[in-house]
């Protein structure tokens, strides 16, 4: 079966909006229960988009993308969602595109940058105090002198 393409566009969060033409699909047949249908119809959807390759995303946000997307990357480096939950093809297909727009839009998110901290005084001397305990418990143990 060839691929076909969604007509509208998908729009992630206002800001990023990857084209149609990007997001080849194909339905194959699901599997589970499903009674006569799942004999019938090809309900569930592959869904595709070559991240790497496109203009909407920047560097950054697909550097994140690689990342969180690690498990779900084909051979050639296509992200590839699946989805079978619904009965019908246009209901997987928009479990397809939701789930491709909620990983996007988790890489679209910049990590927080971490600030170097150090301990305070009083949590060195906290620190220090607890090592000094545990080694004075340890060092009355030991042989009992006989008598």
């Known amino acids: 079966m060839l691929p076909a393409t969604v007509a509208e566009d998908l729009d992630i969060d206002g800001r990023v909006l990857i084209p149609a033409a990007q997001l080849p699909w194909t ?8 009674g006569q249908n799942v004999n019938k119809l090809s309900t569930k959807i592959d869904l595709r988009f070559d991240f790497e390759n496109s203009s909407a995303l920047t560097a950054a946000v697909k550097a994140r993308l690689r990342v969180l997307a690690s498990g779900r990357l084909d051979a050639q480096g296509w992200l590839v969602m699946t ?10 297909l928009a479990c397809a595109r939701e789930k491709i727009a909620g990983l996007i839009r988790q890489a679209l998110v910049p990590p927080k940058p971490r600030r170097k901290t150090k301990p305070s005084r009083a949590a060195k001397r906290r620190r220090l105090d607890g090592k000094r305990a545990v080694a004075e418990k340890k060092s009355t143990r030991g042989r009992v002198a006989g008598d």
Not at 27 to 34: E, F, I, L, S, T
Not at 83 to 92: L, M
């Open 27 to 34: 339905a194959v047949r699901a599997q589970g229960p499903g």
């Open 83 to 92: 989805a079978q939950e619904e009965r019908s093809q246009t209901g997987n």
